[in-house]
C-alpha cells in the first residue's frame, strides 16, 4: 500500500542558519535555503499576520512557552521532559518550566541539525531515575553522535555511561530519535550524515534504525549476527512509533521530496539511495506513504492513536495524520509554523513548535508545548 500524497506546504540553532529538513538541489543548495529565501521575502507580512493567524485551531491550549529549540517529548506521571538542542532539558510540571542541566562528557555540537536530540525515560524511571540520550558532539577526532545513559540527580542530569558511540555526523541528517519499544530494547534512528553511502553499508551506523539492549549491548535477535543494525537504506529517519499490536512505524526526509512514512520490518531495506518515494527494486521496501516528488513535508516525530499515525511536520508546518486502513491523509494544527515532536496520552495530543532553530518565523514566546483534544483534529 502506497500513496502519492499532496499538501499544500507553506539551521540548527540562528548560528548556524545553514541545513537541510528535507534535503539538497542539484546546485547543493538546500531546500531549506530556498524556503528561507522565500520567508524573508514574506516575513513583514507574516509577522503582522501571525498571531492573529495561530489562534485559529479550536482547542489548542499553550502548556509553556519560551523554548530554546526543543527537539523530543517525554512525559512521566504529570511531568514533561523536554530536551533544547543547545543541551539543556526543560522540565514542565503543572505549567511550570523549569531549565536542567545536562552535564555531557563532551560537548554538544552547534553543527546544522545537530545538538542534544532524541531522550526516552528507562521502564523504570520512576525508581532509578535514569533515560537514554542521543546528542551531537565534536572534539579533535571530528563530529560524531553517541546514545549515552543519563542519570536525574536533584534537578540535574549527568551522562553515567556510553552506550554506543561514534555514529557518523556530517554537515546534515543526524537522525537522532530515541524510543524504548515494546520489547525493552533501545531503539534509535540514524541519519547517512551527507554521506548516502552509509545508508547501504550494513557495517556503518549511519542511515539506519538501531536496536540495543538497555544496557547497550547487541541483542541476539537483531537483524544481523553482531549487530545493532535492525533496519537500513535510511536517509534521515526522525520518528518512531508503535502500535497496539507491535508494528512499527518510522518517518523519513526525503531528498528535495519523496518524504515517507514507512511500516518497520527487522532486516528490511528501505532503500536509500538507490530508490526513494514510488520507485521500487526487488529486495527493497516501498513507503506506505510518500509527499510525492512535487511536495515536502519533512516528517519528524510519531505517535499513534485509534488507526492513525499522527506525525510533526517541520516543512509542512502542522501535523499530518496519516489513516493506515483508510490509506488517505490530511493535515490540521496548520497555524504553529513547524512543528518537531507530537506525543498522545488520554485522548490528547501534545506538540512542540520549532520556529527557532534558524529556519522558521518565531512569533511572540516561540518555541511553545501546545496541547489539544485529538476529538478537535477530526
Known amino acids: 500500500m502506497k500513496s502519492v500524497l499532496v499538501s499544500a506546504i507553506s539551521l540548527s540553532f540562528l548560528l548556524s542558519a545553514c541545513g537541510s529538513d528535507s534535503s539538497e538541489d542539484s546546485n547543493n543548495q538546500t531546500e531549506e535555503h530556498k524556503e528561507q529565501a522565500q520567508n524573508d521575502n514574506s516575513k513583514q507580512q507574516r509577522d503582522s499576520d501571525k498571531e492573529q493567524d495561530r489562534k485559529q485551531t479550536k482547542g489548542v491550549e499553550v502548556v509553556t512557552d519560551s523554548l530554546d529549540t526543543p527537539w523530543s517529548i517525554v512525559k512521566t506521571g504529570n511531568i514533561f521532559y523536554l530536551t533544547e538542542r543547545?543541551?539543556?532539558?526543560?522540565k514542565v510540571e503543572d505549567g511550570k518550566k523549569t531549565e536542567q542541566d545536562v552535564k555531557l562528557k563532551e560537548d554538544v555540537s552547534t553543527a546544522s541539525e545537530a545538538g542534544l536530540l532524541g531522550l526516552a525515560l528507562a521502564p523504570d524511571f520512576e525508581d532509578s531515575h535514569e533515560a537514554y540520550a542521543y546528542y551531537t558532539y565534536e572534539n579533535d577526532n571530528g563530529q560524531f553522535n553517541r546514545i549515552v545513559k543519563l542519570k536525574l540527580d536533584d534537578h540535574t542530569w549527568i551522562e553515567e555511561q556510553v552506550l554506543l558511540d561514534d555514529i557518523p555526523s556530517g554537515q546534515f541528517h543526524h537522525g537522532g530519535r530515541l524510543k524504548i519499544g515494546p520489547d525493552d530494547k533501545v531503539y534509535a534512528t540514524t541519519g547517512d550524515a551527507s554521506d548516502e553511502e552509509n545508508a547501504q553499508d550494513k557495517k556503518s551506523l549511519g542511515g539506519k534504525i538501531l536496536r540495543l539492549n538497555l544496557d547497550g549491548s547487541k541483542?541476539?535477535?537483531?537483524?544481523?549476527?553482531n549487530s545493532y543494525v535492525y533496519s537500513y537504506g535510511h536517509r534521515n529517519p526522525q520518528g518512531m512509533v508503535w502500535t497496539k499490536d507491535d508494528k512499527m512505524y518510522a518517518s523519513e526526509h526525503g531528498n528535495q521530496a519523496n518524504d515517507e512514512i514507512n511500516e518497520i520490518t527487522k532486516g528490511k531495506n528501505y532503500g536509500w539511495p538507490v530508490i526513494e518515494g514510488n520507485e521500487e527494486k526487488a529486495s527493497m521496501e516501498t513507503p506506505l506513504f510518500t509527499s510525492g516528488s512535487d511536495d515536502t513535508w519533512a516528517p519528524s516525530g510519531l505517535a499513534f492513536h485509534d488507526g492513525i499515525v499522527?506525525?510533526?511536520?517541520?516543512?509542512?508546518?502542522g501535523i499530518?495524520?496519516?489513516d493506515i486502513a483508510q490509506d488517505k491523509m490530511d493535515k490540521v494544527a496548520t497555524d504553529y509554523g513547524r512543528i518537531r515532536d507530537v506525543y498522545i496520552e488520554n485522548e490528547t495530543l501534545y506538540f512542540i513548535s520549532n520556529n527557532s532553530d534558524g529556519r522558521g518565523n518565531p512569533s511572540n514566546k516561540d518555541d511553545k508545548l501546545y496541547k489539544v483534544s485529538l476529538r478537535q483534529l477530526k
Open 86 to 90: 543547545p543541551g539543556k532539558i526543560v
Open 320 to 322: 499530518m495524520k496519516f
Open 219 to 225: 541483542p541476539s535477535d537483531n537483524a544481523f549476527s
Open 310 to 317: 499522527y506525525s510533526a511536520a517541520l516543512r509542512g508546518e
